[in-house]
């Protein structure tokens, strides 16, 4: 039985969460402000937690990057009742695995939850150097969930070491938009339809242009292709 935390300050929507997860057979948890939530996350007692972005105290944003930093890698899916991209884009880039708009239906919300915990599960099951990606001096640590190049440690958002995981594992293989967001955002992401070139021009800013490097390349008419040979 999974153990959910629910970090939602509006108590009449913390409840209807609570019966309809505990209806579905999983424990429940709830935290009404961001503070008590990030105390309950960092107690790591949590395998997924529902995360609403406005809160007293700190907010939901705050709350997710300030657990990424702290080491917390269970699945995080962001709530909200703004349909705006740039808080989907900002949900991302502090560490949240999905983002789902007021008012959603809960089959929906629950469907959403098996995917992140199955992919967490994934992960968690794999070991060893199948977890450690090489290309030159760049190297993917997925046991350390960290990037480096040579002896520089990378700061990377959570969203971009997994494009960066994606397009290491594929190498020499061009990957269509599509089907990198289908992968790393979900086959029912209806954001930017340019998130794609978003974050690889994050990841080049962050590798190809500051070690004179070209991994990440565009393949024209189709996507981008991480581009390394031994």
């Not at 808080?87 to 502090?94: L, T």
């Not at 098996?114 to 760049?138: C, F, H, P, Y």
């Not at 990198?180 to 070139?197: A, C, K, L, S």
Request: proline fraction near 1%.
């Amino acid at each position: 039985m999974k153990n959910v935390l629910i970090v939602e300050d509006e108590k009449s929507i913390a409840r209807f969460l609570q019966l309809e997860l505990s209806h579905e057979g999983y424990n429940c948890d709830i935290a009404y402000d961001g503070e008590e939530g990030l105390s309950k996350i960092l107690s790591n007692t949590a395998d997924i937690v529902i995360l609403d972005i406005m809160l007293p105290k700190m907010n939901g944003m705050q709350v997710c990057e300030e657990a990424r930093k702290k080491g917390v890698d269970i699945p995080i899916i962001m709530l909200t009742a703004r349909d705006d991209v740039s808080d989907k884009v900002g949900g991302f880039d502090v560490g949240a695995d999905d983002y789902m708009t007021k008012p959603f239906a809960i089959e929906e919300l629950i469907a959403r939850m098996k995917v992140a915990l199955k992919k967490s599960s994934k992960a968690n099951e794999s070991s060893g150097d199948e977890n450690i990606l090489r290309a030159g001096k760049l190297t993917l640590d997925l046991n350390r969930f960290e990037a480096s190049y040579g002896s520089d440690v990378l700061n990377m958002t959570k969203k971009e070491m997994e494009l960066l995981e994606y397009l290491m594992r594929n190498k020499n293989i061009a990957l269509s938009r599509e089907k990198i967001v289908e992968h790393i955002w979900g086959y029912d992401y209806e954001g930017e339809t340019n998130v794609t070139d978003v974050y690889i021009r994050y990841l080049r800013s962050k590798i190809d242009n500051v070690y004179n490097t070209s991994y990440f390349r565009t393949v024209r008419g189709i996507g981008y292709m991480f581009e390394y040979k031994e």
